[in-house]
């Protein structure tokens, strides 16, 4: 389906090293930015007290995150588990405080609310949870990277694997770096959000190289530079719709999703706007700085020798 077709080629390749120096300028920004902040790790990273407590009737989650917001706690979590009458709440660690006066106080506070309100479990999450979370997300991250190399190595050529995964790298770690220089919480979500963003970048960089393959069996006269253009260009369309398309659903959860999903929205908005770029102007834009061509994607059929011809299979 396509809303629009440009018959003209865009010459993007011809604007790449322009823009792939801004790229560079954002990423070096993104990295000095997570060196020197850091990120602003949720309570699952970095410890903290777990609520579990039960309603009469369906819970106000907002209401509740403002009373216990109200006690001091600047990121508190609470989501509703399970039925819509249980909630959830992280608490982060409190100087001077223990976990049981914690969960004591938010108590108090949520009957003077609300005084059916009844406490189901409470416990502490230590930073060895969290470190284990840490590690498991990298591993997580790891592997998806991994993945897709083995992918692209394998259905295209080697060059557009390295080429893919530098333009996904470089999509992450210009969320992380807003994430760090805003100091946006980083939850879960969010991690889930990024390895998200991985898959959804993938996606545009595999559209974009087989319509690259495509064009060089088509087109044999073409420059590199040119057969990239026309690739591009002739996938614009589908790139309009694909990513308008995503970005009104994730939309919607950034405004209307609550506290719980606005961050994971916010990773996967900054995801997509920055995947579009990347696939267009770093990762392509890489391969062909590689020197991908023809023969790296269009196997030449070999000639079978002819029976008939006296010279052939004769050695010289």
């Known amino acids: 389906m396509e809303f629009f077709r440009i018959k003209k080629d865009i010459p993007f390749m011809k604007y790449a090293l322009i823009l792939n120096a801004i790229s560079l300028l954002t990423f070096v920004l993104a990295v000095f930015f997570l060196l020197t902040r850091g990120l602003h ?83 502490f999450v230590g930073p060895q949870v969290g470190e284990e979370l840490v590690h498991n997300g990298l591993m997580a991250l790891g592997m998806v990277i991994l993945g897709i190399v083995i992918y692209l190595a394998f259905r295209f050529e080697w060059k557009f694997g390295v080429a893919a995964i530098i333009a996904n790298l470089h999509d992450v770690v210009i969320i992380l770096g807003f994430f760090a220089f805003f100091q946006w919480e980083f939850s879960l979500a969010v991690l889930a ?18 319509r690259i393959r495509e064009t060089f069996r088509k087109f044999r006269k073409l420059s590199t530079p040119e057969v990239i253009d026309h690739a591009i260009t002739s996938t614009m369309s589908r790139t309009v719709i694909t990513h308008a398309s995503t970005e009104a659903m994730v939309l919607s959860m950034f405004f209307f999703g609550g506290p719980s999903l606005h961050y994971f929205a916010l990773a996967l908005t900054i995801g997509i706007l920055f995947g579009i770029y990347s696939s267009v102007f770093v990762a392509a834009a890489i391969a062909m700085w590689l020197g991908v061509k023809r023969e790296d994607l269009i196997k030449t059929p070999r000639k079978d020798h002819d029976a008939n011809d006296p010279n052939a299979g004769a050695t010289v």
Do not use: C, H
Not at 51 to 80: F, H, P
Not at 90 to 103: C, D, I, N, Y
Not at 196 to 208: F, K, P, Q
């Open 41 to 123: 790790l949720s309570v699952e990273f970095t410890g903290g007290t777990v609520m579990e407590v039960a309603y009469v009737q369906s819970a106000d989650v907002g209401k509740i995150r403002e009373t216990v917001s109200g006690l001091g706690y600047a990121d508190v979590i609470v989501q509703n588990f399970g039925t819509s009458r249980d909630v959830m709440i992280r608490l982060p660690v409190q100087k001077g405080a223990t976990s049981a006066q914690q969960s004591e106080q938010v108590l108090t506070a949520l009957k003077a609310a609300d005084p059916e309100v009844t406490l189901r479990r409470t416990e």
């Open 193 to 210: 959000g990024v390895l998200a963003v991985l898959g959804y970048s993938v996606n545009e960089s595999v559209v974009i190289f087989d």
